[in-house]
């Protein structure tokens, strides 16, 4: 568990990300590619019953030991909530209402937040863009870990314990890295969700509210759905930067493991990335792929080539001639 890993700094390229010379390949190739685009009307009502469901864990929480609270909140409201994370990220594509009704695709990421309990939805929009238009951009894209991440967590133990904490350095990364004014969204954002926080520990005590916090903060650590922040795009093999995973848990993802088509066609909602592979999948069979995230947080862990070091990043003028 001691052993250090080789790396002692990220991959540095200077050639553009992949994605937009394969997306203008493909759709001069498959044109009806294009139909696929545009807001995926099933989204909204799929996401309503999941804060359906979470408010009614809520109540159900209220009166049980302490013992099953923490059990139902790693094994159910963990994977609800993590979902649910991964919902607001199908609409900060504007996914849900279309490109034309931007505004109502952020009010309604703010009311998919609720059960998370961490004002997040506003923050994440603003930050997610980046990390499509600069893939890797040292200074802009914060998906990139810090240099101290990446010095410190060396040996598997600390590997470990970084996957643990994985929530907390996504929250302080952008402060470090690309730091933003607050934004009104934001300040909305933050307003709604302590507001809907002490309105649920009044109405049914704090059983509800450990559920709802611990349950965010559980399923965005040793988790694993939460494979896939490291499946996506730390580079298990050199030269490749995105990876995709085709395996069960992408029902309970929106598809975010086919990352290599989303990071091709960002604006074509989870639902229709199967399709994306089908059509094109002379483009995709063959790149590197995962059929477990488990075995993701195993690997990376387990072998000391790898590290928080292990991803690709580009200087900033290199990410910005990509777009």
């Not at 995973?245 to 990335?273: A, C, K, M, Q, W």
């Not at 690997?299 to 900033?316: E, G, Q, T, W």
Request: hydrophobic content about 45%; proline content about 5%; glycine content about 6%.
């Amino acid at each position: 568990m001691g052993n250090r890993v080789a790396r002692e700094d990220f991959e540095w390229v200077y050639t553009d990300q992949p994605h937009a010379d394969r997306r203008k390949e493909i759709l001069a190739k498959y044109p009806e590619i294009k139909s696929l685009m545009g807001p995926d009307h099933r989204l909204k009502w799929i996401v309503c019953m999941m804060v359906a469901i979470q408010f009614l864990a809520f109540y159900l929480v209220k009166d049980l030991d302490w013992k099953w609270v923490l059990f139902w909140t790693y094994a159910f409201g963990s994977c609800i909530n993590h979902s649910m994370t991964l919902a607001i990220h199908e609409v900060s594509h504007n996914t849900a209402f279309g490109n034309n009704k931007a505004m109502w695709n952020r009010y309604f990421a703010m009311f998919a937040n609720l059960p998370i309990g961490l004002p997040y939805s506003a923050s994440f929009k603003r930050y997610h863009l980046d990390h499509h238009r600069y893939l890797g951009g040292d200074g802009v894209d914060v998906d990139i870990p810090t240099a101290f991440e990446g010095w410190f967590f060396c040996t598997r133990f600390r590997k470990f314990i970084w996957i643990i904490l994985q929530p907390l350095f996504y929250a302080i990364r952008p402060l470090c890295i690309n730091p933003k004014p607050i934004s009104q969204l934001e300040v909305i954002n933050l307003t709604v969700q302590l507001t809907f926080n002490v309105l649920l520990y009044w109405l049914w005590g704090a059983k509800p509210v450990v559920y709802m916090l611990a349950g965010s903060m559980l399923g965005m650590g040793l988790h694993p759905i939460s494979g896939h922040f490291i499946a996506e795009h730390y580079m298990f093999l050199k030269g490749h930067e995105t990876y995709s995973y085709y395996g069960s848990l992408n029902l309970l993802t929106f598809n975010v493991g086919y990352h290599n088509e989303h990071h091709d066609f960002p604006s074509i909602p989870g639902r229709r990335l199967p399709l994306v592979k089908k059509i094109a999948a002379e483009y995709y069979n063959d790149l590197p792929q995962y059929t477990s995230w488990v075995k993701v947080l195993y690997d990376f862990i387990m072998d000391d080539a790898l590290s928080p070091y292990s991803r690709v990043k580009r200087n900033k003028c290199v990410s910005t001639l990509s777009n």
